[in-house]
């Protein structure tokens, strides 16, 4: 063997990118001491996206404490998964009821008023399933008694921003395939939790869909 490349993603709540590739970059070398190895941590929008993306653009952090600046000073770096993930709440503590996204709301409108108007936002490893309503206005337990939306308090620079979202799913926003069946119980939803988290997702759908003609 004369070369190998390793890029494995983060063991959840286990082992980060950079610490699985040198685990098994450590092996090669013990049976194929003469091996060249190139190890590239990665990241699928989940935890350690914010440390790549950071170094890969030669960017800088701000300590809000949860996002990072890109080299071009133009690009806020966020991981929902460093302020509102699932690493960051004991397991018998986790419960998506009342877990929010304001938290990642908050770094969005530190970084628009640092003059940031392209955003890369990697959601998973979340602990939360309130539809992101949280980041927008702290609304993460009552998704099923949001009647309409009233945009005229959005604040002016997100109009001139780009959002970028990595992830590596395809679900659909609710339903027997949506955020709540798939992905709820992992973050410590019982089937009780589930159906209701469900049924705030589907109320909420058919809101945005009657205020912006959008069927998410």
């Keep these: 063997m004369n070369k190998a490349i390793i890029a494995i993603d983060s063991f959840k709540g286990c082992l980060t990118s950079e610490e699985a590739g040198s685990a098994v970059m450590e092996g090669i070398k013990t049976i194929f001491p003469d091996c060249e190895t190139l190890l590239f941590p990665i990241a699928d929008g989940g935890e350690g996206m914010l440390d790549i993306l950071t ?8 300590t809000l404490p949860a996002h990072g600046i890109s080299g071009d000073g133009q690009t806020a770096l966020i991981e929902m998964a460093a302020v509102s993930g699932l ?13 929010t996204t304001y938290g990642t709301g908050e770094l969005i409108l ?14 998973g490893g979340s602990a939360t399933n309130d539809a992101g309503l949280g980041m927008l206005q702290a609304l993460g337990r009552i998704m099923s008694q949001v009647a309409s939306i009233d945009t005229s308090a959005v604040h002016p620079a997100l109009k001139e921003a780009r959002f970028t979202i990595a992830c590596d799913v395809r679900n659909p926003f609710c339903g027997s395939d949506g955020a709540a069946y798939v992905f709820a119980s992992q973050k410590g939803a019982d089937a009780k939790m589930v159906k209701e988290l469900d049924t705030g997702m589907q109320a909420l759908s058919r809101v945005i869909l009657s205020t912006t003609g959008k069927d998410i």
């Design 55 to 62: 170094s890969a653009t030669k960017g800088k952090y701000r």
């Design 87 to 99: 690493p960051l709440v004991p397991e018998d503590k986790r419960n998506p009821m009342l877990t």
């Design 110 to 123: 530190d970084a628009l008023e640092q003059g940031c108007r392209h955003f890369i936002v990697g959601i």
